[in-house]
Structure formats: structure tokens, C-alpha cells
């Protein structure tokens, strides 16, 4: 069963969903959408495609949206409960309403989740000509889902989920609903799928990572979409997934079993967001003010201070960056070639442009929950990818 949730997405459910069940090659499979009962919209859309595929279903939650997307996950969940009485379901494919699937990921799916908790496929953000915005997220997912993601899984740390074209075990979800009152979903998080993760980890679940190419094509079996290609956009997504995982996330999932330092290790790296920025931002004003330092000894005819230390640190620093970067560019010429790759470099200054815009809006976020504000779901605008549009 894949399941998708949808708030205000008319503009491209009816193609998603005419398009999934077109690609998909697999013999069993529904597909489960999640829409609102104040959002007409969306409902005629999905139920368009629908009523020419008994495979879909489209279900309206008993909510007003928008909500979190746990939030409707549970109202699928609670339908596919219904639903069992059908047959056994294997596996729930969690995906988003723009989201181009791959012919194959159900077969691997298939495949894989024996004797598995969930099974994650690689996300391969597509490019939008000329938006310096929407290929950071390229060069970012490359680099997680070739390194990061495949790194945690050997050391046995826990593996966060990315929300889309991940396969979690029926049983799982059943066992996580017993303990929830009948909801697998916590519908009080901004980042569901990330703490979903740690959960099924904790619960001893077994995650793994596929990196699997079509034998046909030589494809890569993952997930294509479109992320965000303006910088306003691209702040506040980004600002969601600080909030939940680097601020809220702290004091929600807290720390791993005592003796996994691999997991707490990793778990530190997913919360160093806020910090990574004030060294960013320290690092930026230190390039700007440098130059300004150098003017004024010359001006005043003073010598510049002899700091050796400074010097080494100076250089360290830069080897690292170098080779950051050179992992960078590696990573997207692997997923979508040398000239994306190229244009990777430039694209890591506006990642961090975005991250230190992004900051201060996820603190304020942060603060306003511990004060006991409203979660507020801060919507992405989709698109879906026009006919002919390049996927490979």
C-alpha cells in the first residue's frame, strides 16, 4: 500500500496519481490519499483519477486542514486497518503528493522489507533550469543518501526516514499503534518521518538503505520531485526541518540506548544545525571584516599581529573545506552528473544563505511551543514535472 497526503495540491494530485499508477510495475499494490474536507479542490482532483482506477483510494479525514501530515497518515492508517478484512498488506509506502515514482520501487520493496522494519530508497530532488535554489536540495540528498545515510546504517545507528519512498513494515506500524492508542503517526510533530526513524529503531526494527539500479536501464530506483526554487520557500521548509529535528526534536526523542555512541554520535549531528549556523555566521564576518582589519593597519602604517596558531588553524580549515567540497561535487556528478556538479559549488553559498536566513525563523518557531503556541503547519508549494521532463 502507498500512501500519500494532500492539502491544497489540485494543481498536481490528478497528474501524480494518473502518472504513479501508469509507472508502477508491480501486480499488488493500492494507493491510499489522503485529502480534507474543507479542501474541495484537492478531493475533485483525486477523485477524478479514482474513478478510473479501482486501485485508488481517496479517504477524507474527519479534520479541517491543513494539519500535520501525521495527522493525516493516521487517517489512512485507520482505513487501511478497516480495509485488512481484504487481505494481508505487507508494507506502507509513505510518499508526497508531488512525488514521481519508480516503476520498480514496489519490487524492491517487496523484496527487501523481509525480515525488515523499513527500507528507505535514496530521494533524487530534480533540477530546475537556472535556480541556484531548488539544485542545493540536489546536492544535499546526494551527499546524505550516498554517504551519511549508508554510513548509519553499518554502524547500527538509528536511520531517520525522509518522509518519501520509504517502506515500513505493516507489523511495525501495528506494534507502534498498539502502544499510541491506534495511531502509528505522532501527530504532534513537525517532522514525523525523522522521528519515526529513531522510534522504529528503539524498537529494535532493522533499517536499510537500497541503492538499487533498474536492470533494464540502469536506472536508479528512487524518488524524483521538485523542492523548492525560491529562497522565501526554501527558508521556511528549511526552518520546519530545523524546528523539528535540531530544537524540538532534542526534547522529544531525546538520546539513544546508553552504550549505542554510534547513534549518539549521529543523533549530535542531526542537531548541530543551530550551532553549524552561529559558526557560519561568525565565519562569514570574519571574511568580511578581514580585509577591513588588513585596510586599517595600512592606513594607520601598524603591523599586522604574527599569529602562528591562527595561520594553522586558517590552513586546517580550508584543507577540510576543500575536502567537504570535493566529497560534494563528487556525490552530485554521481547522481546527476559532472555539470550539476559543478554547479554544486556555487549552490553550497546559497545553501548556507538559506540556513542562516532559516535559523532565527525556527528559534522564534521553537520558542513559541514552549510557550505553548499552536503547531503550525507551514506548507510547501508542489509541482509536479510537465510530460517529456527528463527524470533519469
Not at 528503539?202 to 524524483?224: C, K, Q, T, W, Y
Not at 528559534?363 to 507551514?378: A, C, Q, V
Amino acid at each position: 500500500m502507498a500512501s500519500y497526503t494532500a492539502w491544497d495540491e489540485q494543481a498536481v494530485i490528478g497528474q501524480m496519481l494518473a502518472t504513479a499508477v501508469a509507472r508502477i510495475d508491480h501486480p499488488d499494490y493500492r494507493l491510499y490519499v489522503g485529502v480534507y474536507p474543507n479542501d474541495p479542490g484537492t478531493i475533485a482532483a483525486a477523485r477524478a483519477v479514482a474513478a478510473t482506477d479501482p486501485r485508488i483510494r481517496v479517504i477524507v479525514g474527519p479534520r479541517d486542514g491543513p494539519t500535520t501530515k501525521a495527522d493525516c497518515l493516521n487517517s489512512l492508517w485507520r482505513a487501511l486497518v478497516a480495509d485488512a478484512a481484504d487481505g494481508p498488506i505487507k508494507a506502507v509506502v509513505l510518499h508526497d503528493a508531488e512525488d514521481v515514482v519508480h516503476a520498480a520501487e514496489l519490487t524492491v520493496f517487496d523484496t527487501l522489507i523481509e525480515g525488515s522494519a523499513v527500507v528507505q530508497l535514496p530521494v533524487l530532488p530534480l533540477v530546475r533550469r537556472g535556480s541556484l535554489v531548488s539544485g542545493h536540495y540536489a546536492d544535499e540528498f546526494a551527499y546524505a543518501h550516498i554517504v551519511q545515510q549508508p554510513v548509519r546504517a553499518m554502524l547500527g545507528a538509528a536511520m531517520p526516514l525522509a518522509g518519501t519512498g520509504c517502506a515500513i513494515a505493516t507489523d511495525m506500524l501495528a506494534a507502534i499503534a498498539a502502544d499510541r492508542g491506534g495511531a502509528p503517526f505522532d501527530d504532534t510533530s513537525l517532522t514525523e518521518d525523522y522521528e519515526l526513524g529513531l522510534h522504529i529503531a528503539e524498537r529494535g526494527g532493522r533499517s536499510r538503505f537500497a541503492r538499487v539500479r533498474d536492470p533494464r536501464d540502469d536506472s536508479l530506483i528512487a524518488v524524483r520531485a521538485y523542492f523548492p526554487d525560491s529562497v522565501p520557500t526554501a527558508t521556511r521548509q528549511k526552518a520546519r526541518w530545523m524546528t523539528g529535528i535540531a530544537l524540538a526534536g532534542w526534547d522529544r526523542t531525546g538520546w539513544g540506548r546508553p552504550q549505542a555512541l554510534a547513534d549518539h554520535w549521529m543523533r549530535f549531528r542531526d542537531r548541530r544545525a543551530p550551532v553549524s549556523v552561529l559558526v557560519l555566521a561568525i565565519a562569514y564576518a570574519a571574511i568580511l571584516l578581514w580585509p577591513l582589519s588588513v585596510g586599517l593597519h595600512w592606513l594607520t602604517g601598524t603591523a599586522v599581529a604574527d599569529d602562528r596558531l591562527a595561520d594553522w588553524l586558517l590552513i586546517a580549515t580550508t584543507l577540510l573545506l576543500v575536502w567537504r567540497l570535493g566529497m560534494r561535487v563528487g556525490c552530485t556528478a554521481h547522481d546527476h552528473g559532472w555539470r550539476q556538479a559543478g554547479w554544486s559549488l556555487p549552490r553550497f553559498f546559497v545553501g548556507n544563505i538559506i540556513a542562516l536566513i532559516a535559523a532565527p525563523r525556527a528559534i522564534r518557531r521553537y520558542l513559541t511551543l514552549l510557550r505553548g503556541g499552536p503547531l503550525i503547519w507551514d506548507k510547501t508549494a508542489h509541482a509536479f514535472p510537465e510530460p517529456g521532463t527528463p527524470l533519469a
